[in-house]
């Protein structure tokens, strides 16, 4: 799975709607997104962002001391 832009936020509820639309912009329709985060709130956050936007969360995975990092395909 090759992603077209990485990004990696880090800081409790720093994640937000706007990092995360401002990221997914330089991503082509049908590209991937990859997120690293470790803000607690992202386990909700992004995937209820992927559907308000109707982007597709591909995949989800803990890294471990907090890390998160989730796949997002930009489909609009």
């Not at 720093?14 to 990859?34: F, H, N, Q, S, T």
């Not at 969360?57 to 990092?69: A, K, N, S, T, Y």
Request: aromatic share 8%.
């Amino acid at each position: 799975m090759s992603v077209a832009k990485s990004v990696k936020i880090w800081g409790a509820h720093c994640l937000g709607p706007v990092e995360l639309k401002r990221a997914i912009a330089d991503v082509p329709v049908g590209g991937l997104l990859e997120v690293i985060t470790n803000d607690p709130c992202a386990k909700e956050d992004v995937p209820t962002w992927c559907r308000f936007t109707r982007n597709e969360l591909v995949e989800f995975q803990e890294l471990g001391d907090g890390w998160m990092r989730f796949v997002i395909r930009r489909t609009r």
